[in-house]
């Protein structure tokens, strides 16, 4: 079982950045991907980004390619988001999560990831 925990999360006004940050501990799987998902009031969870722990391959959603970069410090063991232009629509629960098995593909289902954080709070003002 591998636990995740997120920071970074906060209030900043549209056109400002924030970086968000996940820490994963516990057991640690050969072909995991990390990602990142968000879920605003009254919606679904939205896949953002994700990237494979080993190879370093990326993923983004299309409203946030561009403006935001997923990275990962295999040293530390944590991935980090880096939102930059963030818009109102950003604004969300964003949750860090980790596919444990699969092999090659970065999957932006929701379905496929194994572990989850807690979320941390992000709020885009106008």
């Known amino acids: 079982q591998a636990q995740l925990v997120e920071s970074g999360g906060g209030l900043v006004q549209a056109g400002g950045s924030l970086r968000l940050s996940c820490a994963v501990s516990g057991r640690t799987y050969s072909n995991s991907a990390l990602g990142w998902f968000r879920q605003a009031p009254g919606k679904g969870q939205e896949f953002v980004a994700a990237?494979?722990?080993?190879?370093?391959?990326?993923r983004y959603s299309d409203s946030v390619k561009g403006r935001f970069t997923i990275s990962r410090d295999n040293a530390k063991n944590t991935i980090d988001l880096q939102m930059n232009t963030l818009k109102p629509e950003d604004t969300a629960v964003y949750y860090c999560a980790q596919d444990r098995h699969r092999v090659g593909v970065v999957s932006p289902r929701r379905t496929d990831y194994d572990d989850w954080g807690q979320g941390t709070q992000v709020t885009v003002s106008s």
């Open positions: 990237i494979k722990w080993s190879e370093g391959t990326t």
